[in-house]
């Protein structure tokens, strides 16, 4: 059965005269007389009675009537719900590495987690080299990287919080001592650094001429972990600030000087067809940046 059709049937129901209805929905009588007469030879029924001034409903036509109410309107009432809330629901998954300065985004998954019942996030701790390549290869829909990179495969926002690099180290060292950790202090000590690729030359032109002198033994992927191994030693670590523990453990933080800054980039894949769930985390998006 054809909606159109059952919605035709109904407008004759109400006038209860083939012509009217038909000036009512502009048709022309014989094509609304023939789109009926199709309609009971596909159910094999009789749906109305025909007068000279008037048509009266067969018990099958009541029957009918009845039915098609129900379906006209669960039709009008689904449409209207697509239209307003455009389905949202699904898997949102991103790729991003650890800082504190994306709360803000977390604070946005948040609200739509409580306004979209439907939709689930899942949240893929990596650094960037492996953020951009599951993107190419489909198994992530968004990544948020640090850091200056190349990023013409990508369509890009960049967000407004920043990262600021600290050095964290044991309260012990006599490092603590310094309220700003300079590249040669860090001469004599040996140093945790992040091993994603666009650090070693930001830290390569920050360290300057100390820099061939500089002891790097360890390198980690995740800053919490390298920030372990310096609560357990005599390490320095250099990553973002507040990603340790500080209060609880003996590790403290020092900021560098000169200042050292990470930019955080949302990126996503060219020219692909989103999901209502991406497009409106894009559009949220776009209102913090």
Known sequence: MDIRVLRYFLVICQEK??????QRLHLSQPSLSKQIKDLEDELG??????????????????????????????????????EKTKIISG???????????IY?????LNRLILNYPEIKIEL??????????????????FGIVMGDRLLDDFDSIILKPKNEFVAVFDGKLPLAQKALIKPQDLVDYPLIITSQ??????????????YPKINIVANSNLSYNGSLLAQAGHLVHITYRDIAD???????????????????TLIWKKDIKQSNLERLFLNEIKKLS
């Open 197 to 210: 690729t666009h650090v070693e030359g930001k830290f390569k032109d920050w360290f300057g001429k100390y």
């Open 45 to 82: 029924v009789t749906l109305f009675m025909r007068g000279h001034r008037k048509i009266t409903l067969t018990e099958e036509g009541y029957f009918l009537r009845d039915r098609a109410k129900e379906i006209v309107n669960l039709t009008d009432d689904t449409a209207n719900s697509l």
């Open 17 to 22: 005269n083939i012509t009217r209805a038909a």
């Open 246 to 264: 500080i209060d609880r453990t003996n590790l403290v933080q020092r900021p560098l000087s000169p200042n050292v800054w990470d930019k955080n």
């Open 91 to 101: 898997t949102l998954r991103i790729g991003l590495g650890e800082s504190p300065a």
């Open 104 to 108: 803000p985004i977390m604070q946005l």
């Open 124 to 141: 893929v701790d990596d650094i960037a080299d492996t953020v951009e390549r599951r993107l190419n290869q489909g198994t992530l829909d």
